[in-house]
């Protein structure tokens, strides 16, 4: 989940490596660094600990220059944030590389390379990397070739970048298991792990397949694929602009993209729906077929999609009638689950390249499902590619780590997956209409919902000196209960659980006093009765209430219960969009008052890209 950039150019390639990174701060920030041939073809390297910024104010008191480089900011995961642990890594005579991913054998990699008189100068498994090329350098003369044997010894997953002073107007890359793409320009060329990184400099792609091997110079690109034959890969305009990963008037980026929700969940329903009917073709051109089978769904995720999946398996079994599971990917993977006849599996994820979720699609595809199908943000990712169905999300980039305009985006998405199941299962023309239509006002029902940033601001000050929180809803509402606590506790760094509300008097109470905040999501559908017996089971204990209550729900704030009411009703189907807003903007100004960086939390990253 690191993120890479590099350049082979005539001009200096600093100011673009300096720009790609930190358009990729959001996959890592706890150290970052970069390596150049210089003019007179000399490796130069620098490294700093911390965010990118601190790497700029080090090449401004001591410049280097070069026209070719790598670059990456990192996010730890063998050896803790330190300088001597950032990228890039170097070898013997002028090799240095940049990696994303974990290497799994590198502690029997490492002892061999010792023995052979190799220092090592970090904790990383990505030095290891460096000396074996350098290594097989010594044997075969030729940086592509000593990088495809030493990928071959290689057991995990890796994108790699590699410089040498003995070849300096190249750069050789590696993929298995991490994205890596090439961007083209006009007599130069560059790379990184991700397209917004690039956005400035090319809207041209070239992305790299498992296995793959490329030898990128200014004027040609060389691949071969993972049985050493050459192959082309296709070429891909990207339609983002480069101001889209900007943070414009807002102060941060996830206020910015708590705001854009409107628009994104539009354009995700946008085309998908005609005359009241939702168009199957959405998912693909063999989606009819497919969805007029389905007798089970399975889905697998992470994070915040888990959430999203478990909204989704409640509304399968209710609209359509029949069996939904769902669960961890990182669990699925290392499990043999029993797979019933006519089972859809679903992967959910923002990025596409989510390490555990990917896994567990390719599992599932040996598993003997009826067919895969991915909700998925970035039309040019791995799981999009490898899913028989695929419905986009059309979120935008999402740069803010906690995870906010892609969550309700992948609810929208999923609403249109049961809706189409749901029509095959029988459900008539005018419900199908009704549900259609419903999605269709979410927009503007989010729009009304945001008008409570003023009210949630004031209610944030009742958080920031607190410790604890409890989050509970009910039903599909459990599920956004469980992302109000995950926001609250990523960006504000306050320890927070999520319950389903009846299960409070299982445990849970014996938490709860005047010092523990509960939160209570309340829209008026059948279970608003049982769900007031569970509040009063919270006040009955001293407990500090908070519940964002439909306006139906007749609930009256008093001592110890404060009811934040929502400014419009939402349908079962629109709920879990409508209730996560002022969860999300409640978040976000605990985590102001209290100080903490918003859009980079401590100890994370946005795109999980290994195990």
Same mark, same amino acid.
């Given at each position: ?47 700093? +600990? ?287 689950? !029993? ?105 503007? +029902? ?25 989050? !509970?809803?009910?039903?599909? +509402? ?59 089971? !919270? ?73």
């Amino acid at each position: 989940m690191c993120g890479i950039v590099g350049v082979v150019a005539e001009r200096n390639a600093v100011p673009i490596l300096l720009e790609g990174l930190r358009r990729l701060e959001y996959r890592g920030y706890d150290s970052a660094g970069l390596a150049l041939i210089d003019a007179e073809g000399v490796l130069q390297r620098v490294r700093s +600990l911390g965010k990118v910024r601190a790497l700029q104010d080090a090449l401004a008191q001591d410049p280097i220059a070069g026209t070719t480089g790598i670059a990456h900011t990192r996010w730890a995961t063998h050896g803790i944030p330190a300088t001597r642990n950032a990228h890039p890594h170097t070898s013997r005579d002028g090799i240095a590389i940049v990696h994303n991913g974990i290497i799994e054998n590198h502690e029997e990699l490492r002892g061999d390379l010792r023995e052979r008189g190799y220092e090592f100068t970090s904790d990383t498994d990505t030095e290891v990397i460096a000396h074996r090329i350098h290594q097989h350098l010594g044997h075969s003369g030729s940086l592509f070739e000593a990088v495809r044997k030493t990928v071959a010894e290689l057991r995990g997953a890796y994108a790699l970048a590699v410089v040498s002073e003995q070849d300096p107007d190249c750069i050789v890359l590696a993929r298995e298991g991490c994205p890596v793409v090439i961007g083209l320009g006009i007599g130069e060329n560059f790379v990184a792990s991700d397209v917004a990184a690039l956005l400035p400099v090319t809207r041209r792609f070239l992305f790299l397949e498992e296995g793959d091997l490329a030898l990128v110079r200014r004027a040609s690109v060389r691949i071969v694929d993972a049985a050493g034959h050459a192959v082309e890969r296709a070429v891909r305009d990207s339609e983002l602009s480069a101001d889209s990963v900007e943070r414009g008037q807002y102060r941060h980026f996830m206020q910015k993209e708590i705001y854009e929700q409107p628009r994104a969940i539009a354009q995700t329903l946008e085309a998908r729906a005609v005359g009241g009917r939702l168009l199957d073709a959405a998912f693909g051109p063999g989606a009819p077929s497919i969805f007029a089978r389905v007798r089970a769904v399975h889905i697998a995720a992470c994070g915040t999609s888990y959430h999203a999946g478990l909204v989704a398996s409640y509304f399968i079994e209710q609209i359509c009638g029949i069996p939904a599971r769902i669960e961890y990917a990182s669990e699925y993977r290392y499990r043999n689950p !029993v797979v019933t006849p006519d089972t859809l599996f679903v992967t959910i994820s923002q990025s596409g390249e989510t390490a555990d979720t990917l896994a567990a699609l390719r599992a599932a595809r040996a598993a003997g499902y009826l067919s895969t199908l991915t909700i998925c943000n970035a039309a040019e990712s791995s799981m999009v590619r490898e899913s028989d169905l695929v419905l986009l999300t059309r979120a935008g980039p999402e740069i803010g780590v906690a995870s906010t305009k892609a969550f309700t985006t992948q609810l929208s998405a999923l609403a249109m997956l049961v809706i189409a199941i749901a029509k095959h299962r029988g459900i008539g023309e005018t419900v199908e209409r009704d549900l259609v239509e419903q999605l269709l006002h979410l927009p503007a +029902l989010v729009e009304k919902t945001l008008q409570l940033d003023p009210q949630i601001q004031r209610l944030a000050e009742k958080f920031a000196d607190k410790h604890h929180a409890l989050f !509970v809803g009910r039903g599909p +509402l459990y599920a956004i209960a469980m992302e109000g606590a995950l926001k609250l506790k990523e960006i504000s760094y306050i320890h927070a659980e999520a319950y389903a509300a009846a299960e409070l008097k299982h445990g849970p109470l014996a938490l709860v006093d005047e010092e523990m905040p509960v939160v209570a999501v309340a829209p008026n559908n059948e279970m608003i009765e049982k769900l007031k017996s569970n509040l009063q089971e !919270v006040r009955a204990r001293g407990g500090q209430l908070y519940v964002f209550a439909d306006p139906g729900a007749a609930l009256q704030g008093g001592d110890g219960l404060t009811v934040i009411e929502m400014p419009a009703a939402a349908t079962a189907l629109q709920a879990p969009v409508i209730f996560t807003i002022p969860l999300q903007l409640l978040a976000y100004h605990v985590a102001l008052l209290r100080g903490t960086d918003v859009d980079q939390p401590r100890n994370l990253a946005k795109s999980v890209t290994v195990e």
